[in-house]
């Protein structure tokens, strides 16, 4: 079992930075993945960035504008988000994909935070 739990969201102006945090706890061990996805009501959760085997992936529209970074030690996920614009409005969620053994079987499970609300607005 792994929990999430994301800070950092806010109100921000257009052009300002904000940098989000996501500390697991429980079975870190397990975590094979993690990475930061968004939602806008009325539409899908979509990604952002994630990290994998020191390896980053970020959506285009965020490219250049947001850096994803992992602290194992601190078992700490975060999201520092600069240039924000007003469609970078929504809340984003922090995620982990866990591989757990328990005996003979691995167990993949898909965990997620409850979410930290960002709005960019002057």
């Known amino acids: 079992q792994v929990q999430l739990v994301e800070s950092g969201g806010g109100l921000v102006q257009p052009g300002g930075s904000l940098r989000l945090s996501c500390v697991a706890s429980g079975d870190t061990v397990c975590i094979s993945a993690m990475g930061w996805f968004r939602q806008v009501p009325g539409k899908e959760r979509e990604l952002v960035a994630t990290?994998?085997?020191?390896?980053?992936n970020y959506k285009d529209t965020v490219k250049g504008r947001f850096a994803i970074s992992r602290d194992n030690a601190k078992n700490t996920l975060y999201l520092q988000m600069n240039s924000l614009k007003p469609e970078d409005t929504a809340v984003y969620y922090c995620n982990a994909l866990a591989k757990c053994p328990v005996g003979d079987d691995i167990y993949d499970l898909d965990y997620w935070g409850q979410g930290t609300q960002v709005t960019v607005s002057s």
């Open positions: 990290i994998a085997r020191g390896s980053t």
